[in-house]
């Protein structure tokens, strides 16, 4: 038995024509040259990448001279991002920049990290360009329902509030505690604590605080509306007219149901990220397209490639399912094909973003069994 | 064939569906539409109206459309989904999809029929002869003049159901009778009977908006069971101890039933074998009203021996085939980590395999597996494998003194006790380990459905409270 999407996919979108894609690829092979410049050079590299350019058999500086090159590198392990010293990671270049450490997953051990200097106000800056402004007024305030501690969510949501000039209204939601619930089985407690983050967010939006756009998961997003829809309104009426969302459980069978019934003409625009890649946007989720839901990497500063689950180092045909592998190419952080816990189909460059894309993302499934999903 | 979700009246087609496939061939069988657990959680803001569609109906003239809904479901050919389904479409169907011989999804239905056919009797003797408006207008006066009021506790009772066993079906038949919906979320394998007997129970003019079925993941089991005031779910011992408690769910695990041979009757063991060879095998083993263990204070060897007798040889044969009595364990690699486990409970002191001489146990086939009849002897009730439950026809002959049979035999969902002994009979009565009890050579599967099973289902949706009326004040009531 398998869970498939089984909604035929028309090609309903702009596909970018042959010279955007040539343009967008030459710029991300500049891109990548110059990359190498900066971490492996010894007055700009970081520690760990200075130190392990020393094993390898090539000179990424010399030997770069486009992205494809970046597969002479072994694969990357994603154990290096565990543990201390954090400034091994630091390039020497922003040595005396104020750093912030963000961290992913970490129910159990020790979590991997990620050093940033600004590189989440970049990716959210970037980012702010694809809201439409109808939906997502310039000067709107704004709520944030998700999570804060050790994650780089609630600073990267208030600063693109603050980018587009409005103020952001944070209700906090721990994931570590919540995956503990789920996987104690304390099923009543994980209820209450929804209830908790949900009962928050009805206090702001009913306090006469303006707030127009919202970033918040799709858990969440569903459990608000339907507390709205006990109030006898709704997130339209509750003054929301544009949300920004993200994660896998994101399939179009959800967005079909959240458009049809819980959003009341709010706008929702999926997203697709983390803390190593920073956010890909997606294309206008379309019932014409099945709701198919494709992101696109902010490229050059980050590359999504959909590969084979076998041969990592070359992707599948168009529409083929492979595995996402990441390579994250900003001067603060040189991450080079990661091979994450996801899957999906690969798709065709958009006009708006004319390099490759990926749909149906969802848990690897050689991982899926032990991994707690969807939790917030 | 697909089968899209139906929101208490409204089919609604996903773009998400599972597809089930033939169990032998992967013959794809039938898509089913998946919803996630806000849309239910939506719907039951409204479910109140599932509990008022019925109560716009006479109770008996709801009674007589089940009893044609029974008739439409065993003989009818029906609307299910987008196909028509004639009863044999339906068997080949819940047996490619189950793993159940075709013979067992008939006898299935059957008893799902006999239900219906007498759903007058058996609420009569569940509710021991209430009249049925009192449920639907909440109080009344009984036969002996004073006023009763009957609370429901939900306007809908939820349903978790399960994939492999399509004989608990029975449990949620008498619900509509009772003035109270039904919210369905088939087993992933076995979306057949809830289909089915919605097709029937609507064809037969029981409301559409009274019933709901909710195909989905887990989080569609979880917003019902938080979501509705009363629910069942069937599940292992850990989701029985996940909502142990919980006066809102009612939770149905592995039964443990056992047969229990008393001093004054186990020297005639032999005239007990058909008994105990029907509690293991009758339905392929897979209900918790199988027997799993069998309890004497001797002869246990011989026993285990002539039960492996006739139990052994039952071999594997095609769904279709008439005599066909194993099914199939479809989830792969589930028979045989079953089976690695049971040779790791063999191999305990005291433990001995009846049945190694008539063939290997685990059949391992393409795209499933199964597992044959298993007979353990167990010399004393200590060793683990004495206690445990699987999905297919096996059993533990276990010697323990009558004396202390009571303390060792654990929560026994069916007892089977042959004794004539007046003393131990009052013991078996009186002990909290068992639920049914039946005294003397009865199988532990032979249910008598008009006899309450784990608990009266009326007390789990129905809370009998005070209700005084001033008009009818009784003479002596406390002020």
């Given at each position: 038995m398998a869970t498939v999407n089984s909604t035929a996919k028309p090609p309903v979108f702009e596909v970018a024509d042959d010279a955007a894609v040539a343009g967008a690829r030459a710029a991300l092979d500049a891109h990548t040259v110059e990359m190498m410049a900066w971490h492996f050079h010894p007055s700009t590299g970081c520690p760990f990448w200075l130190d392990y350019a020393r094993s390898l058999s090539f000179d990424?500086?010399?030997?770069?001279?486009?992205?494809?090159?970046?597969?002479?590198?072994?694969?990357?392990?994603?154990?290096?991002?565990?543990?201390?010293?954090?400034?091994?990671?630091?390039?020497?270049?922003?040595?005396?920049?104020?750093?912030?450490?963000?961290?992913?997953?970490?129910?159990?051990?020790?979590?991997?990290?990620?050093?940033?200097?600004?590189?989440?106000?970049?990716?959210?800056?970037?980012?702010?360009?694809?809201?439409?402004?109808?939906?997502?007024?310039?000067?709107?305030?704004?709520?944030?329902?998700?999570?804060?501690?050790?994650?780089?969510?609630?600073?990267?949501?208030?600063?693109?509030?603050?980018?587009?000039?409005?103020?952001?209204?944070?209700?906090?939601?721990?994931?570590?505690?919540?995956?503990?619930?789920?996987?104690?089985?304390?099923?009543?407690?994980?209820?209450?604590?929804?209830?908790?983050?949900?009962?928050?967010?009805?206090?702001?939006?009913?306090?006469?605080?303006?707030?127009?756009?919202?970033?918040?998961?799709?858990?969440?997003?569903?459990?608000l509306a339907l507390a709205l829809e006990k109030k006898g309104t709704t997130i339209r009426k509750a003054g929301i007219t544009g949300i920004f969302s993200g994660g896998t459980e994101f399939t179009p069978q959800w967005t079909r149901f959240a458009v049809e019934e819980l959003l009341d003409g709010a706008y929702m625009t999926p997203t697709y990220g983390n803390t190593l890649m920073g956010l890909a946007a997606s294309r206008p989720v379309v019932p014409a397209d099945g709701y198919t839901i494709a992101y696109y990497a902010p490229q050059p500063r980050a590359v999504i490639e959909v590969v084979n689950f076998d041969d990592t180092n070359s992707v599948v045909p168009y529409g083929g399912t492979g595995r996402v592998k990441l390579t994250t190419l900003t001067k603060e952080t040189f991450v080079p094909g990661f091979l994450e816990r996801d899957e999906g189909e690969r798709e065709l460059p958009y006009a708006k973003y004319p390099w490759d894309g990926i749909s149906g993302v969802r848990p690897f499934r050689a991982l899926a069994g032990a991994t707690t999903v969807g939790v917030y | 064939m697909h089968l899209p979700a139906w929101r208490f009246g409204k089919p609604y087609e996903s773009l998400e569906r599972t597809h089930l496939v033939h169990f032998l061939t992967g013959e794809p069988i039938a898509e089913v539409s998946q919803v996630g657990g806000a849309m239910l959680g939506r719907d039951l803001q409204k479910a109140g109206q599932a509990r008022a569609a019925l109560l716009a109906i006479d109770p008996e003239e709801i009674v007589e459309r089940l009893q044609t809904a029974g008739n439409l479901y065993a003989h009818g050919t029906l609307q299910v989904g987008d196909s028509r389904q004639s009863p044999d479409d339906f068997v080949k169907q819940q047996s490619a999809t189950t793993g159940l011989p075709e013979s067992l999804c008939r006898s299935n239905m059957q008893k799902n029929l006999f239900v219906l056919s007498n759903m007058d009797r058996m609420l009569d003797a569940l509710s021991r002869g209430l009249p049925p408006e009192i449920l639907w207008r909440g109080y009344g006066r009984e036969h002996r003049g004073v006023v009763v009021s009957y609370q429901a506790q939900s306007p809908v009772l939820g349903l978790v159901l399960p994939s492999n066993s399509p004989g608990v079906h029975t449990l949620w038949l008498p619900v509509i009778a009772l003035g109270v919906g039904l919210l369905l979320k088939p087993g992933g394998q076995e979306p057949w009977t809830p289909y089915r007997m919605a097709a029937a129970f609507i064809e037969a003019g029981i409301p559409a908006e009274s019933i709901g079925l909710y195909p989905g993941a887990t989080d569609v089991g979880a917003t019902m069971l938080a979501g509705c005031r009363r629910s069942m779910i069937f599940g292992s011992a850990k989701t029985v101890e996940q909502y142990r408690g919980n006066p809102n769910v009612q939770v149905h695990g592995p039964g443990f039933s056992k047969i229990l041979l008393g001093d004054d009757c186990v020297d005639d063991w032999e005239r007990y074998l058909d008994v105990i060879v029907e509690s293991v095998a009758a339905n392929s083993g897979r209900g918790c009203i199988n027997a799993s263990a069998v309890y004497a204070s001797r002869h246990t060897k011989a026993i285990a021996e002539a039960l492996a007798e006739r139990l052994g040889p039952i071999d594997v044969r095609p769904p279709e085939d008439p005599e066909a009595r194993l099914a199939a364990f479809t989830v792969p690699g589930a028979a045989k980590a079953t089976w690695e486990q049971i040779e790791a409970g063999l191999a305990a002191a005291g433990v001995s395999h009846a049945t190694a001489a008539y063939g290997p146990r685990f059949v391992e086939g393409e795209r499933c597996g199964w597992l044959r009849p298993t007979v353990v002897h167990c010399a004393t009730p200590d060793p683990e494998i004495a206690r445990a439950e699987y999905m297919f026809p096996f059993v533990n002959v276990v010697e323990c003194p009558q004396a202390r049979m009571l303390e060792r035999i654990g929560p026994t969902l069916v007892a089977t006790a042959v004794t004539d002994d007046a003393t131990f009979q009052a013991e078996l009565i009186d002990s909290p380990a068992i639920d049914r009890l039946n005294i003397g050579p009865i199988p532990t599967t032979k249910l008598d459905w008009l006899q309450p099973h784990e608990g009266n289902i009326i007390d789990f949706l129905y809370r009998s409270r005070a209700l005084q009326l001033a008009a009818e004040a009784p003479a002596g009531v406390a002020g």
């Amino acid at each position: 038995m398998a869970t498939v999407n089984s909604t035929a996919k028309p090609p309903v979108f702009e596909v970018a024509d042959d010279a955007a894609v040539a343009g967008a690829r030459a710029a991300l092979d500049a891109h990548t040259v110059e990359m190498m410049a900066w971490h492996f050079h010894p007055s700009t590299g970081c520690p760990f990448w200075l130190d392990y350019a020393r094993s390898l058999s090539f000179d990424p500086i010399k030997e770069v001279g486009c992205y494809d090159d970046l597969k002479k590198f072994p694969p990357f392990e994603d154990e290096w991002l565990r543990g201390g010293p954090v400034r091994r990671w630091i390039p020497k270049g922003f040595a005396d920049q104020p750093a912030y450490v963000f961290e992913t997953g970490g129910t159990t051990g020790v979590p991997k990290s990620r050093v940033n200097i600004r590189d989440f106000r970049t990716d959210y800056e970037q980012f702010s360009d694809t809201l439409p402004e109808e939906f997502f007024p310039r000067g709107a305030n704004w709520l944030m329902l998700g999570p804060s501690g050790p994650r780089r969510l609630r600073l990267s949501i208030e600063h693109l509030a603050q980018f587009r000039g409005g103020i952001c209204f944070c209700v906090d939601l721990d994931p570590r505690w919540v995956i503990k619930l789920i996987q104690k089985g304390w099923m009543e407690h994980l209820e209450a604590y929804k209830q908790h983050c949900i009962d928050q967010v009805i206090t702001i939006l009913e306090a006469g605080h303006d707030v127009r756009c919202m970033f918040t998961t799709p858990k969440l997003l569903e459990s608000l509306a339907l507390a709205l829809e006990k109030k006898g309104t709704t997130i339209r009426k509750a003054g929301i007219t544009g949300i920004f969302s993200g994660g896998t459980e994101f399939t179009p069978q959800w967005t079909r149901f959240a458009v049809e019934e819980l959003l009341d003409g709010a706008y929702m625009t999926p997203t697709y990220g983390n803390t190593l890649m920073g956010l890909a946007a997606s294309r206008p989720v379309v019932p014409a397209d099945g709701y198919t839901i494709a992101y696109y990497a902010p490229q050059p500063r980050a590359v999504i490639e959909v590969v084979n689950f076998d041969d990592t180092n070359s992707v599948v045909p168009y529409g083929g399912t492979g595995r996402v592998k990441l390579t994250t190419l900003t001067k603060e952080t040189f991450v080079p094909g990661f091979l994450e816990r996801d899957e999906g189909e690969r798709e065709l460059p958009y006009a708006k973003y004319p390099w490759d894309g990926i749909s149906g993302v969802r848990p690897f499934r050689a991982l899926a069994g032990a991994t707690t999903v969807g939790v917030y | 064939m697909h089968l899209p979700a139906w929101r208490f009246g409204k089919p609604y087609e996903s773009l998400e569906r599972t597809h089930l496939v033939h169990f032998l061939t992967g013959e794809p069988i039938a898509e089913v539409s998946q919803v996630g657990g806000a849309m239910l959680g939506r719907d039951l803001q409204k479910a109140g109206q599932a509990r008022a569609a019925l109560l716009a109906i006479d109770p008996e003239e709801i009674v007589e459309r089940l009893q044609t809904a029974g008739n439409l479901y065993a003989h009818g050919t029906l609307q299910v989904g987008d196909s028509r389904q004639s009863p044999d479409d339906f068997v080949k169907q819940q047996s490619a999809t189950t793993g159940l011989p075709e013979s067992l999804c008939r006898s299935n239905m059957q008893k799902n029929l006999f239900v219906l056919s007498n759903m007058d009797r058996m609420l009569d003797a569940l509710s021991r002869g209430l009249p049925p408006e009192i449920l639907w207008r909440g109080y009344g006066r009984e036969h002996r003049g004073v006023v009763v009021s009957y609370q429901a506790q939900s306007p809908v009772l939820g349903l978790v159901l399960p994939s492999n066993s399509p004989g608990v079906h029975t449990l949620w038949l008498p619900v509509i009778a009772l003035g109270v919906g039904l919210l369905l979320k088939p087993g992933g394998q076995e979306p057949w009977t809830p289909y089915r007997m919605a097709a029937a129970f609507i064809e037969a003019g029981i409301p559409a908006e009274s019933i709901g079925l909710y195909p989905g993941a887990t989080d569609v089991g979880a917003t019902m069971l938080a979501g509705c005031r009363r629910s069942m779910i069937f599940g292992s011992a850990k989701t029985v101890e996940q909502y142990r408690g919980n006066p809102n769910v009612q939770v149905h695990g592995p039964g443990f039933s056992k047969i229990l041979l008393g001093d004054d009757c186990v020297d005639d063991w032999e005239r007990y074998l058909d008994v105990i060879v029907e509690s293991v095998a009758a339905n392929s083993g897979r209900g918790c009203i199988n027997a799993s263990a069998v309890y004497a204070s001797r002869h246990t060897k011989a026993i285990a021996e002539a039960l492996a007798e006739r139990l052994g040889p039952i071999d594997v044969r095609p769904p279709e085939d008439p005599e066909a009595r194993l099914a199939a364990f479809t989830v792969p690699g589930a028979a045989k980590a079953t089976w690695e486990q049971i040779e790791a409970g063999l191999a305990a002191a005291g433990v001995s395999h009846a049945t190694a001489a008539y063939g290997p146990r685990f059949v391992e086939g393409e795209r499933c597996g199964w597992l044959r009849p298993t007979v353990v002897h167990c010399a004393t009730p200590d060793p683990e494998i004495a206690r445990a439950e699987y999905m297919f026809p096996f059993v533990n002959v276990v010697e323990c003194p009558q004396a202390r049979m009571l303390e060792r035999i654990g929560p026994t969902l069916v007892a089977t006790a042959v004794t004539d002994d007046a003393t131990f009979q009052a013991e078996l009565i009186d002990s909290p380990a068992i639920d049914r009890l039946n005294i003397g050579p009865i199988p532990t599967t032979k249910l008598d459905w008009l006899q309450p099973h784990e608990g009266n289902i009326i007390d789990f949706l129905y809370r009998s409270r005070a209700l005084q009326l001033a008009a009818e004040a009784p003479a002596g009531v406390a002020g």
